[in-house]
Each structure stands twice: as structure tokens, then as C-alpha cells.
T-cell receptor, first 114, second 114 residues
Framework: DTGVSQDPRHKITKRGQNVTFRCDPISEHNRLYWYRQTLGQGPEFLTYFQNEAQLEKSRLLSDRFSAERPKGSFSTLEIQRTEQGDSAMYLC????????????FGPGTRLLVL | QQQVKQSPQSLIVQKGGISIINCAYENTAFDYFPWYQQFPGKGPALLIAIRPDVSEKKEGRFTISFNKSAKQFSLHIMDSQPGDSATYFCAAISTPDSWGKLQFGAGTQVVVTP
């Protein structure tokens, strides 16, 4: 499979629980991005990695959110003490070193916090 | 504060007709303008993109028109087909200094009737 993959595709959790999402970028893509998309809106940037380094974080990313990309390959996004306002689609994208402006998105993880 | 404004919010077009979606931006540092297509439950897929040194770009039935002085760009879908029914997002990025942070419009839901 040559596309960006995300796991799980759907997650239902209760308020206050922790959740973790995984993203596997396209092979040889050194940049990896996380976006959040709420219903009826465009994706909003959360954070970005170049290889294993996290280079930018949006102010949307509160202290309850943490992202890692330990070996410059897959990435995880963890939300601690989830709130109902965290309910959204979490999208991962990656881009190739030779064409950084072209981002390829995964299918997303749909989170519902009850 | 949305940096890319998109209109209309939704549109209905008959099969064979032309769908036109408009976007406007303020940041003159933007230098890459992609359009993404998103189907329900899926991640956004890159459709076509343009740089500001070109006024028009055509790929199949999809055409981007770009007006640098007006800071506006638009997507034209010619000979619209029912399979084109999706949500379309315009986006913009300043490649030298934004670390790959795409700024998305709010989206246009296109419905093509048979």
C-alpha cells in the first residue's frame, strides 16, 4: 500500500479517558503533519514533524495533546483527559523531500467523546 | 481567523454543467494553492494545484483560474458528473516560511444531479 494509513479509523471514548492515534506516512516521506477537522470545516493544522523532530505546534494543540515520531517513520497523537470538544476527525498527511508543498492525506481517525 | 475565504458553502449543478468555486486570500506570502476533494468518511485528496506565476492550469475537466492582483483563485469543474459530488477545499501555503502549514477554506459541498 503506497498511501498514508491511520489507525484506528473510528474511536468512541468517554470524557476523561486518554486516546492514542497512529499514522504511517508514505515511504520516504520525511515530513508528517497532523490536522483536525470538525464537521463542516476545513482541516486545521495541529503540528508538523520533519523526520523525528517536531518543528511547529499550533496553539490549538493544548497541553493535553502530545505527538511523537520516535524514529522518523510512524507518528502517534495522544489526547489525555479527553473532552467533548475534542470530537473531530484527526487527519495525518505526509510529503516527500523533493516536493514538500504537496501533502498526501490519510483517511483520518474519527473521534467521538461522550 | 480564517486566512482563506471560500464560497459558496454549497452548490447544486446538473450533470454536464459547470461547477465554480471561489476562494480569496489576504496573505501575499502564499505561493502555492492546491485544491482538495473529499468524500464522506475519507481524507482529502489532492486534485490540482497552481503557483501564482501562472494564471490558469487545466487538468482534464478541472481548471484553476488565478488572479494575483485580486488575490483570488477559483476551481471550475467542466462537464460535472454525479461522481464529482463531494466537498471541495481550497488551500494556500507559504512554502518558504510556514513549515508546510496548509491554510484551508471552509469547503464547498457540490451535489451533481443526474
Amino acid at each position: 500500500d503506497t498511501g498514508v494509513s491511520q489507525d484506528p479509523r473510528h474511536k468512541i471514548t468517554k470524557r476523561g479517558q486518554n486516546v492514542t492515534f497512529r499514522c504511517d506516512p508514505i515511504s520516504e516521506h520525511n515530513r508528517l503533519y497532523w490536522y483536525r477537522q470538525t464537521l463542516g470545516q476545513g482541516p486545521e493544522f495541529l503540528t508538523y514533524f520533519q523526520n523525528e523532530a517536531q518543528l511547529e505546534k499550533s496553539r490549538l494543540l493544548s497541553d493535553r495533546f502530545s505527538a511523537e515520531r520516535p524514529k522518523g517513520s510512524f507518528s502517534t497523537l495522544e489526547i489525555q483527559r479527553t473532552e467533548q470538544g475534542d470530537s473531530a476527525m484527526y487527519l495525518c498527511a505526509s510529503s516527500h523531500p523533493g516536493q514538500q508543498e504537496t501533502q498526501y492525506f490519510g483517511p483520518g481517525t474519527r473521534l467521538l467523546v461522550l | 481567523q480564517q486566512q482563506v475565504k471560500q464560497s459558496p458553502q454549497s452548490l447544486i449543478v446538473q450533470k454536464g454543467g459547470i461547477s465554480i468555486i471561489n476562494c480569496a486570500y489576504e496573505n501575499t506570502a502564499f505561493d502555492y494553492f492546491p485544491w482538495y476533494q473529499q468524500f464522506p468518511g475519507k481524507g482529502p485528496a489532492l486534485l490540482i494545484a497552481i503557483r501564482p506565476d501562472v494564471s490558469e492550469k487545466k487538468e482534464g475537466r478541472f481548471t484553476i483560474s488565478f488572479n494575483k492582483s485580486a488575490k483570488q483563485f477559483s476551481l471550475h469543474i467542466m462537464d460535472s458528473q454525479p461522481g464529482d459530488s463531494a466537498t471541495y477545499f481550497c488551500a494556500a501555503i507559504s512554502t518558504p516560511d510556514s513549515w508546510g502549514k496548509l491554510q484551508f477554506g471552509a469547503g464547498t459541498q457540490v451535489v451533481v444531479t443526474p
